[in-house]
């Protein structure tokens, strides 16, 4: 499993799709479906979202995820960063935000490399750069 | 030679591009300001600023909004410390409500590219935060961040600065030549 990281609007899907050289059809966006609707696409984009789902459900999202594991020994996980601002004004965001922050930090240490991005660059903080 | 200088509030990321610049020293020295006039206070601040630059030999140009415009003003070959993008953008999108943004903002900064030897620009991690929820803050967003991947290209160093301490993404080489 890969994961990418990096904030809002940093271009991290295009340096997915070039990087492994993927089309549309690899892309799975689980903002968009639960994760029930998953058929195995190579990317999984908005990964932070799978963790609302969860939550709204009282499942744990790390249990949730651990169970998902086997099945994305080749999956390119691609989430956000979002603990980098302020503290949020609602209990639920704070939840959400917290949540979400143990999450990524349990899909960087189950995956085989982490790419952060920044402004459409790539730096490799987990595994070597040719892997 | 083309430097984008990126990091949080704080970080130390205007001081590295000041520093940066002077490396990269030539006539003339522009500081390109983004910061717009709202009021008093903003003039007294700016004129400060101004005197404070002028002390270390910057020539001071306000550019708060149309910087491809006021790039035909600019004597070429020499090098320009542009602070910041996030004002740039912001100025654009909510003061001279400009249809894209992000792309004015392009086109101003490799306007002032094309003419300058050096460009050193300075710009914000915003993005990195649990998302706004109303469109106009999620489209600056999205904005910046597209003007920063599109500067990132015409870069030859990318840096991010976290707590004063540089983080090369591009032109490692180059930055510690510079630095040197």
Known sequence: MRLIIGGYAQGRLAYVMERYSLTEEDVWDAAKEPISKWKSQRVIYHAESLVSGWLSEGVNPCEACGELLPQWKD???ITQEVGCGLVPVTAKQREW???VGRFNTYLAANAQTVDRICCGLSMRIKGKAEE | MTILVTGGSGSGKSLLAEQLSFKLKRDPFYYLATMQVWDEECKRRIARHRKQRAGKGFQTVETPTGL?????DLKPGGTALLDCISNLTANEQFEAKVYDPAQTVIDGVLAVQERMANLVIVTNEVCSDILPTDEQTLAYLRYIG???CEL???????VEVCSGVPIIWKGEKLYYEIMA
């Open chain 1, 75 to 77: 999956t390119i996980l």
């Open chain 2, 68 to 72: 491809k415009e006021a790039a035909t």
């Open chain 1, 97 to 99: 935000r917290e949540a």
């Open chain 2, 146 to 148: 597209a003007v920063n």
């Open chain 2, 152 to 158: 990132a290209k015409a870069a030859d160093v990318v």
